[in-house]
């Protein structure tokens, strides 16, 4: 079943956020995972403003989400993104 991580971000530095994002790709696909929504432009239609970041990703299933996240390889790109932004991540089974 897939699974989908939501990521809320409240990015402080754009400049040092930049160098994460440029790590992430290559560590996803390791993992099965995709990008199904990376930042862009909110359109709010019903209740408050969201000011985060937002960015959905898209897993075999949520071990697969697990192993990506716990992995060395993203535990590092967590120590390049330390100071530039704090950021909430869920992960939660879709439908099949």
Request: hydrophobic share 45%; proline share 6%; aromatic share 10%.
């Amino acid at each position: 079943m897939p699974a989908y991580m939501l990521v809320r971000a409240n990015v402080t530095d754009p400049d040092q956020y930049a160098q994460y994002t440029k790590l992430t790709p290559a560590i996803l696909e390791k993992y099965g995972g995709r990008f199904v929504i990376r930042g862009g432009e909110k359109h709010v239609l019903e209740g408050p403003a969201v000011p985060e970041r937002i960015v959905l990703l898209q897993f075999p299933d949520v071990a697969a989400a697990k192993r990506m996240y716990n992995s060395a390889e993203y535990q590092a790109a967590i120590k390049a993104r330390a100071g530039a932004a704090e950021a909430s991540f869920i992960v939660m089974e879709g439908f099949a």
